[in-house]
């Protein structure tokens, strides 16, 4: 867990993308694979004798195959990069703040923190057949401080993590009178 949790915190729950975010860039990745294949075996089928003097085994072939393994390695990196940033992009809710985490790049990462007394609404948004079917949808928490509102994009089950933080928000106040509670308690065995 990449926070440091205050006295009396603890976690309720860990939030992150749905997996159908990762989808397309791997994919794309795939696809884009065997993109440079593709282009030698249409350029023979249609007779363009741009690989003629390429011979298997020879510095023709090597220079052509470096280019190709190049090129895929740059496609393995651009996938890495893409699901370190797809898994530590996360939101901690714990029962007494909403912890967001975002990581915008490889090196970027932005931390907000709403406290749970100062969200003054949530909403969901689920857009399309297949972020219904799969549920999952952006989450929307808006406060009353600085930051105004927090965003959760693609979360799955986007009404349960509202659920779970409106049970949070819930359950604030008789923890809050329940430390009252204690602090009194703690003063009266100080004056005897």
């Known amino acids: 867990m990449m926070i440091k949790m205050k006295e009396g915190e603890r976690l309720v729950k860990e939030v992150r993308r749905h997996w159908f975010v990762m989808l397309a860039p791997v994919v794309g990745a795939v696809i884009l694979a065997f993109v440079p294949l593709m282009i030698i075996i249409a350029l023979r089928v249609f007779s363009v004798n741009v690989f003629d003097h390429v011979e298997l085994g020879g510095p023709s072939f090597a220079l052509v195959a470096a280019v190709y393994c190049w090129w895929l390695l740059m496609l393995v990196i651009f ?30 990462r932005k931390t907000k923190t709403l406290s749970l007394r100062r969200v003054q609404d949530i909403t969901v948004d689920v857009k399309g057949f297949i972020a219904t079917y799969l549920d999952f949808g952006d989450v929307h928490v808006q406060t009353a401080g600085a930051s105004r509102e927090v965003i959760l994009r693609q979360s799955k089950k986007p009404y349960d993590v509202k659920r779970v933080i409106l049970k949070c928000i819930e359950e604030a106040p008789r923890r809050g009178e329940a430390n009252l509670a204690r602090i009194g308690a703690e003063k009266e065995d100080e004056e005897e």
């Open 79 to 108: 996938t890495v990069v893409q699901w370190t940033e797809y898994y530590l992009d996360v939101w901690y809710i714990t029962n007494m703040r909403v912890v967001d985490i975002d990581q915008s790049s490889l090196f970027s």
